[in-house]
């Protein structure tokens, strides 16, 4: 599964998942452009690490919900490497998966919808959207969306977040049908919870327990499970595979 010769984009990638989806991608030789909103210095440590690890990365400043701002991104890449591969459209607005503080329907307004939906549609779309020159002119490409496995199974309501990544799975979805004859590839992979980062560390000790005893695997994703499917939906050896959603939570839900 070598990407020796591949330049891999992917949003989000300071820390938490998309920083180990990058640090996966360098050990296999890429060149991983590490996108990030604010927080420089960790953009660059997760540079430094692919570096060690044996692929080219560097850090590229971009807001995924700016389309001007997405764009430049691109471009830049496009001007330092001549090409994009694979885009990981794993950037999302800042969330806090804390059951015990969760809104519940009756207190969440509109708004609440629209910033997720503006973070994680949005995102995808402004990304997939300024890449899609460069994968048509080459006749192919490889577009992976990180959504959550709460849309099939919403142990927690988190409504706006779960209601958002639904429809990336429906953007993702229509987007492989129409892609597909041009040779580009779209899927998802929807993690469980993952354990610990930002978003998730709030979340009690006694729900993580509650939910390892209910996973076939019993114990709960670290960050580091998540990058394997990313890569495998990246590789040729998922090349007949387009508009589908990989389920990596352990087991719990199961299609």
């Known amino acids: 599964m070598k990407f020796s010769d591949k330049v891999v984009?992917?949003?989000?990638?300071?820390?938490?998942?998309?920083?180990?989806?990058?640090?996966a991608f360098a050990r296999e030789g890429a060149t991983v452009i590490i996108n990030y909103l604010q927080n420089a210095a960790a953009a660059h440590s997760v540079v430094a690490r692919c570096q060690q690890a044996g692929g080219d990365a560097w850090a590229l400043q971009a807001d995924v919900s700016s389309a001007a701002a997405v764009q430049a991104m691109m471009d830049a890449i496009v001007l330092e490497t001549g090409r994009l591969d694979v885009l990981v459209n794993n950037a999302l607005r800042h969330y806090t998966f804390d059951p015990r503080q969760r809104q519940t329907f009756d207190t969440q307004a509109w708004q609440d919808y629209q910033d997720q939906f503006e973070a994680a549609v949005g995102g995808a779309y402004h990304c997939s959207r300024a890449a899609l020159p460069h994968f048509k002119q080459r006749a192919r490409g490889s577009i992976i969306n990180i959504a959550s496995n709460l849309v099939e199974h919403p142990v927690v309501p988190y409504h706006d977040y779960n209601t958002a990544k639904a429809a990336l799975i429906g953007f993702s979805r229509n987007l492989a049908a129409e892609l597909g004859p041009y040779g580009i590839r779209v899927n998802c992979v929807a993690p469980g919870l993952v354990y610990p980062t930002a978003s998730s560390h709030l979340t009690q000790e006694s729900f993580r327990d509650g939910l390892i005893a209910a996973t076939p695997l019993r114990r709960i994703a670290r960050p580091e499970d998540i990058a394997g499917p990313v890569l495998f939906l990246a590789s040729d050896w998922s090349g007949f595979m387009t508009g589908q959603v990989l389920f990596v939570d352990g087991g719990l839900v199961m299609r």
């Open 9 to 23: 984009l992917v949003t989000g990638a300071s820390r938490g998942i998309g920083a180990e989806i990058a640090l």
